[in-house]
């Protein structure tokens, strides 16, 4: 997947909704993870389509799948934190 993409996904209400497909950034507590971001919605197809002539029409709501397994699932004091996230970057220079 490139880094910017697009899909039109059918929504629950019969409309239907564009989407922007990326990666998180690192500053991200999901760095590196499927991004899904909202852009638009439209009533029928044929406008989506017109509106975003590049975006994959989807037959179905798709997920980015992310996850929040690789966090800690204890609770840190702000020393901690630093010196988890350091470690994480591969800096030991704190």
Do not use: C
């Amino acid at each position: 997947m490139s880094n910017t993409s697009w899909t039109i996904e059918p929504a629950s209400d019969n409309s239907y909704t564009v989407y922007e497909w990326g990666v998180y950034p690192r500053d991200s507590v999901l760095a590196g993870q499927t991004r899904k971001s909202f852009l638009n919605s439209f009533e029928t197809l044929p406008e989506a389509t017109q509106a975003y002539p590049k975006a994959d029409v989807m037959s179905h709501q798709v997920s980015a799948g992310n996850t929040v397994d690789h966090l800690p699932d204890w609770a840190m004091n702000a020393y901690e934190e630093e010196g988890y996230w350091d470690r994480l970057d591969g800096r030991d220079d704190y």
